[in-house]
């Protein structure tokens, strides 16, 4: 109890102490070889000699980074990936930097691929992504724009129907696009470029009428763009979107400066870019769950005035989402979502020391609750951004943002429908892992289980979330869950993505949060609780030193990991099994 109670004390201290002057946490994200790549590309067809420095330091971050089998991940700490591997080649091309890093990445793509011929290359980026081509297409305009793809290599490139961006926001669900919800400058921006250089023939009806929607949908790329100058705040998007147009004759065009300035201004010291500013709301709220009780009353206040003042209070205009919700971000290119607003909603009820103060919210919280209720689909299940959309798998139902929106219901329980309530519990029900009490979640993974799945997170974190929202532990498919989720656990005591992967600090602590959740009659799942504890006690050397994993995900599969996550995890599992043995005792 003695360790237990120090590391706590760490924890908590080492989080306080990385709130930033404004009192919020802003966090920091890995860097990317992804990022950097398509960043030192989009700045080169802009303005090579006035971006020169920019362009030297990435590509001199690409190549310290390698990876020592020649290919990159997305991560410095992340195992090589065809998709990064051959974005890193192609930005090579393009700044025409580095021939040692590129001889060595070629041998890597030749063991991947096959070969470097360009229909092999172009079959196995499509087969990665199957019919979501939200990276498929970027990543084939870049190797293309970068020379890697041979002669015709625009043939190769998909089109993409851009002209559909004409028609109304609200009937792009049943349209079908075939890029992600909140991919939409990148669909403008990238299909024009694959028109432009390789259009159908004069005499089919597609090339008049993609003549003519471009002039139509090119003021959206404005339109849609926020005032920092980066889409989504992200550096992979904003850079597509800027060297599609600047390859395409379009380097005038009016959103290119000001994409310019945001990445110039998102380059670190060292050289290389993340693949996003930050994920501020999302830290924030994540620390607010972890400490609650811990924070000062002055601390709470403060986090309360600046949490609502994220909440979106007008229609977003790229996404057309109703007021009430909230981003990732508190930044101008942050786009409100259901992991967002479930968690600031969470988050707000903590923030609140007496009922007086949760009654003086309610017109903040109820305009919260109803976002998500609006947003929840047909299936009981809560997509991340826009209701409908289910045809792509990052805009499906996903059942860890299902339990999350039920934790800020069951919370906020007054102002909930109780069918919104029943249909994501039989969602839930529904959803299990086929002979497995276990879910997967769609925003984080893990490269190193099968079909880098997180079992391991999503159940923890579904758990997490219907027993936040007051289910009880003892019915009878939670004690099932709670059973697969101890059974998972690693030999050495920690957890990976799945029983056999190596353990990560991430991982361990929200499993064994979920963990000490539970009821105290299952010996299998003390004895879970007691092992896994001493693993995490021994990883982070009693709540000092936390090492970050790559779990996140982000757009298509781009893996990234987050300072914030391992320490934020830890102190909230920590708490979890400090209360269970007080209770107990």
């Keep these: 109890m003695d360790r237990l109670d120090l590391a706590i004390l760490n924890t908590r201290a080492h989080l306080l102490s990385l709130m930033n002057a404004e009192g919020h946490w802003e966090g920091e994200l890995s860097s990317s070889a992804l990022s950097t790549a398509t960043a030192i590309v989009a700045l080169s067809l802009v303005d090579a000699a006035a971006n020169e420095p920019f362009i030297r330091a990435g590509a001199d971050w690409l190549g310290a980074n390698q990876n020592k089998d020649g290919g990159w991940g997305d991560t410095p700490i992340s195992k090589s990936n065809l998709s990064t591997t051959l974005l890193c080649w192609?930005?090579?091309?393009?700044?025409?930097?580095?021939?040692?890093?590129?001889?060595?990445?070629?041998?890597?793509?030749?063991?991947?691929?096959?070969?470097?011929?360009?229909?092999?290359?172009?079959?196995?980026?499509?087969?990665?992504?199957?019919?979501?081509?939200?990276?498929?297409?970027?990543?084939?305009?870049?190797?293309?724009?970068?020379?890697?793809?041979?002669?015709?290599?625009?043939?190769?490139?998909?089109?993409?129907?851009?002209?559909?961006?004409?028609?109304?926001?609200?009937?792009?669900?049943?349209?079908?696009?075939?890029?992600?919800?909140?991919?939409?400058?990148?669909?403008?921006?990238?299909?024009?470029?694959?028109?432009?250089?390789?259009?159908?023939?004069?005499?089919?009806?597609?090339?008049?009428?993609?003549?003519?929607?471009?002039?139509?949908?090119?003021?959206?790329?404005?339109?849609?763009?926020?005032?920092?100058?980066?889409?989504?705040?992200?550096?992979?998007?904003?850079?597509?979107?800027t060297m599609a147009l600047a390859g395409a004759g379009e380097k005038n065009h009016p959103c290119v400066p000001l994409a310019v300035e945001f990445l110039r201004r998102s380059m670190r010291k060292d050289g290389s870019w993340p693949i996003d500013t930050n994920l501020a709301t999302w830290g924030t709220t994540l620390s607010i769950k972890a400490l609650d009780e811990d924070l000062s009353h002055d601390q709470k206040q403060t986090l309360k005035s600046w949490l609502l003042g994220q909440q979106y209070k007008t229609v977003h205009p790229f996404t057309n989402a109703a007021p009430g919700g909230w981003a990732w971000t508190h930044l101008p290119g942050g786009v409100p979502d259901a992991d967002d607003t479930a968690g600031a909603?969470?988050?707000?009820?903590?923030?609140?020391?007496?009922?007086?103060?949760?009654?003086?919210?309610?017109?903040?919280?109820?305009?919260?609750?109803?976002?998500?209720?609006?947003?929840?689909?047909?299936?009981?299940?809560?997509?991340?951004?826009?209701?409908?959309?289910?045809?792509?798998?990052?805009?499906?139902?996903?059942?860890?943002?299902?339990?999350?929106?039920?934790?800020?219901?069951?919370?906020?329980?007054?102002?909930?429908?109780?069918?919104?309530?029943?249909?994501?519990?039989?969602?839930?029900?529904?959803?299990?892992?086929?002979?497995?009490?276990?879910?997967?979640?769609?925003?984080?993974?893990?490269?190193?289980?099968?079909?880098?799945?997180?079992?391991?997170?999503g159940t923890a974190q579904v758990l997490s979330g219907v027993l936040g929202a007051g289910i009880s532990a003892e019915e009878p498919w939670v004690k099932e869950a709670l059973a697969w989720l101890a059974a998972e656990q690693h030999p050495s005591g920690g957890w990976g993505g799945a029983r056999k992967v190596v353990p990560s600090v991430e991982e361990t602590a929200i499993a064994l949060k979920a963990l000490a959740q539970g009821p105290p009659s299952d010996p299998a799942v003390q004895e879970a609780i007691q092992l896994g504890t001493a693993w995490l006690l021994d990883a982070t050397a009693n709540g000092t030193r936390f090492a970050a994993a790559p779990i996140g995900l982000y757009f298509a599969r781009l893996w990234y990991h987050e300072k914030l996550y391992p320490v934020i995890w830890t102190l909230g599992a920590l708490k979890a099994v400090r209360a269970r043995l007080s209770n107990v005792a």
């Design 90 to 241: 192609a930005a090579l091309g393009v700044v025409g930097r580095g021939v040692w890093p590129a001889l060595r990445c070629e041998e890597w793509i030749t063991r991947a691929v096959g070969s470097l011929e360009p229909d092999r290359i172009a079959k196995a980026v499509i087969a990665r992504y199957g019919k979501d081509k939200t990276f498929s297409v970027p990543i084939l305009m870049m190797a293309t724009l970068g020379g890697r793809l041979g002669k015709n290599a625009w043939h190769r490139v998909l089109a993409l129907p851009f002209e559909l961006a004409v028609f109304p926001r609200s009937w792009f669900g049943a349209i079908g696009l075939p890029v992600v919800s909140y991919a939409l400058p990148a669909l403008i921006a990238i299909g024009h470029a694959r028109f432009h250089h390789a259009p159908p023939s004069h005499w089919s009806p597609l090339y008049w009428i993609r003549r003519w929607a471009w002039k139509r949908v090119r003021p959206m790329l404005k339109a849609l763009q926020p005032s920092t100058g980066g889409y989504l705040e992200a550096t992979p998007l904003t850079s597509f979107v």
């Design 345 to 457: 909603l969470v988050a707000l009820w903590h923030l609140c020391e007496s009922e007086e103060e949760r009654e003086n919210l309610a017109e903040e919280a109820k305009a919260g609750v109803q976002w998500l209720v609006d947003l929840q689909n047909r299936d009981g299940g809560m997509p991340t951004f826009c209701r409908g959309w289910g045809t792509l798998p990052f805009d499906r139902s996903s059942p860890e943002l299902a339990a999350h929106a039920l934790w800020a219901w069951g919370l906020w329980k007054e102002t909930v429908p109780q069918a919104s309530i029943d249909a994501a519990l039989r969602y839930l029900k529904r959803t299990r892992v086929k002979g497995a009490a276990a879910w997967e979640p769609l925003w984080f993974g893990n490269e190193h289980a099968p079909e880098e799945t997180n079992r391991v997170y």
